[in-house]
């Protein structure tokens, strides 16, 4: 008789297409969420560059929420670009089944 290991699983326990496809849909629709959130910022970082400072000593208000929209900008691009790479991830699950990205070299 064999003993297991901690780490090896019994069982593996795939996931149903239905689920899938359901967490697919969630993530378009955060997806879309968030492209409506970003054109929102990209507008006001337009508006408020017409009243940035012309101080080369520091930055005002203005200066500093451009700033942090830039980021907030960024951040929505790379939280879209993953949520992107979970749903390829999931669509190739769903289509080729179960196949490993990474390999632990031994």
Do not use: C, P
């Amino acid at each position: 008789m064999r003993i297991k290991r901690f780490n090896e699983a019994s069982e593996q326990v795939d996931i149903s297409s239905e689920r899938i496809e359901e967490v697919v849909k969630d993530l378009k629709e955060m997806v879309a969420s968030l492209d409506d959130k970003e054109k929102i910022i990209e507008s006001l970082i337009n508006e408020f560059n017409n009243y940035k400072s012309d101080s080369q000593k520091g930055n005002d208000q203005i200066d500093d929420s451009i700033y942090a929209l830039q980021i907030l900008e960024k951040n929505y691009s790379d939280s879209k670009d993953k949520l992107d790479t979970i749903i390829q991830n999931l669509d190739s699950y769903n289509t080729e089944g179960r196949k490993y990205l990474y390999t632990e070299n031994k």
